[in-house]
């Protein structure tokens, strides 16, 4: 059998967590099998990571970008359309909100049979206006139409999906995210001298983009209500973003500018991750957060606020807490606790690595999304295609396999 010509389509290779994930995938994919195409943004942290993978061809886009254009949006999918046209693609597997919707429409308009797209948390959140919410459930629920697999990370976003009739139960298919355990199980204590942080010191992180989603300002705030309990501890904030002014002003007005280190983007989190004594995520709506399953991948207690699919891998008051998003002071007096308390700090953490278990692993990522491709595949051009004889014979043996007869396999 000819190999599968798969095509990628996503918004912006920026240092996120759908854009390691999807880079994390494309990596370990078997190139006997599959013919492998990205699509993306020109520009982005990632992208010379991209095109250093083997056996991938990445096109840069002129159009493609996150803001709503809807000039660009149409040059966007036509561009998308045409390299679909050009390279024959069987698949085509979407990621991120925009790209979900524009790369969707091109390839419904290119006949294509096999459409994939991945939910990594949903475009609409409770913090738009009613209007907007409802245009972006609207695109959502019409692209859903043409969608043959919707992917989710989390049962939370399966659950939303359904309850604004995004599509139908048998669409959605659960793959979760594949954390590598070796990366995030190092040990580097030179990362703190880099850092200017003394021995002493007890350290919390964050990593995430400094936009509102994320909410880096209360980050801030939980900082400021910490240190005038505990003084020596020092605030991570790993990431940057268009609220980087904003964040660094709230530090000087919160008067804990020397306690908190801004580091931007980084490439060795797992290396800051190995010194960290709690992680946080202040954001205010979610998907399933990577930053803090790559936490809980490094035995790391997580205080995160309550939203989409982190109660999944957070137990509340086990291996972690959860708090209301806003709510810093509650989040506070949680990381007080865990930080005066260093055993309970490192039996949280053993407790969420362990829970995380199989099901996060990157092998099963990659395994579960091959095989559905495998069964995309079989069922979109293979069975249309084969004899009237065959499907008799596979209703035959399914209904002899039901009754435990000679064709039971």
């Known amino acids: 059998m000819r190999k599968i010509t798969l095509l990628y389509v996503i918004t912006k290779l920026e240092l996120g967590g759908a854009q390691k994930q999807l880079l994390s995938l494309i990596r370990h994919l078997d190139r006997e099998k599959f013919n492998l195409l990205l699509f993306t943004a020109h520009q982005g942290l990632l992208m010379e990571e991209a095109f ?55 390839a419904a308009l290119a006949g294509i049979k096999g459409i994939i797209h991945t939910v990594h948390g949903w475009s609409f959140n409770n913090y738009q206006s009613f209007f907007i919410r409802i245009f972006y459930i609207w695109l959502e629920r019409f692209a859903a139409v043409f969608t043959d697999r919707l992917v989710v990370v989390s049962e939370h976003d399966k659950r939303i999906g359904l309850r604004y009739g995004i599509g139908k139960n048998d669409k959605y298919t659960l793959i979760r995210y594949g954390i590598d355990y070796d990366v995030f199980g190092i040990k580097d204590q030179n990362i703190k001298k880099e850092l200017g942080i003394q021995d002493n010191e ?47 002003r709230a530090a000087d007005t919160f008067g804990v500018k020397g306690r908190v280190i801004m580091t931007g983007w980084r490439y060795d989190v797992p290396r800051i991750l190995s010194v960290t004594d709690v992680l946080v995520l202040t954001s205010l709506w979610e998907g399933l957060p990577i930053a803090v399953l790559e936490g809980i991948a490094c035995a790391k207690p997580a205080i995160a606020t309550d939203t989409g699919g982190i109660k999944e891998v957070i137990k509340n008051g086990e291996s972690g807490f959860l708090v209301s998003p ?84």
């Not at 966007?76 to 524009?102: C, P, Q, R, W, Y």
């Open 326 to 409: 806003r709510d810093t002071r509650t989040m506070s007096e949680k990381l007080i606790v865990l930080l005066k308390d260093r055993q309970l700090c490192s039996s949280m953490g053993q407790k969420g690595k362990t829970a995380l278990g199989e099901d996060f692993t990157r092998e099963r990522m990659v395994s579960s999304t091959q095989n559905m491709y495998a069964r995309l595949i079989q069922d979109k051009y293979l069975a249309p295609r084969l004899p009237c004889q065959y499907h008799k014979y596979r209703a035959r043996s399914s209904e002899s396999s039901l009754k435990g007869g000679a064709y039971a396999h």
């Open 202 to 248: 007890r350290v919390v992180t964050m990593v995430s983009c400094l936009k509102p989603q994320k909410a880096p300002q209360d980050f801030i705030r939980l900082a400021s209500l910490v240190v005038n309990v505990l003084p020596h501890v020092k605030f991570i904030l790993v990431g940057d973003g268009s609220l980087r002014r904003m964040v660094e």
């Open 52 to 106: 250093s993978m083997a056996g991938l061809t990445v096109r840069k886009s002129r159009w493609l970008q996150r803001p709503l254009n809807p000039f660009k949006d149409f040059f966007a999918l036509i561009e998308i359309f045409l390299f679909i046209k050009k390279n024959k693609v069987d698949i085509v597997h979407t990621h991120s909100s925009k790209a979900g919707i524009i790369g969707r429409f091109a």
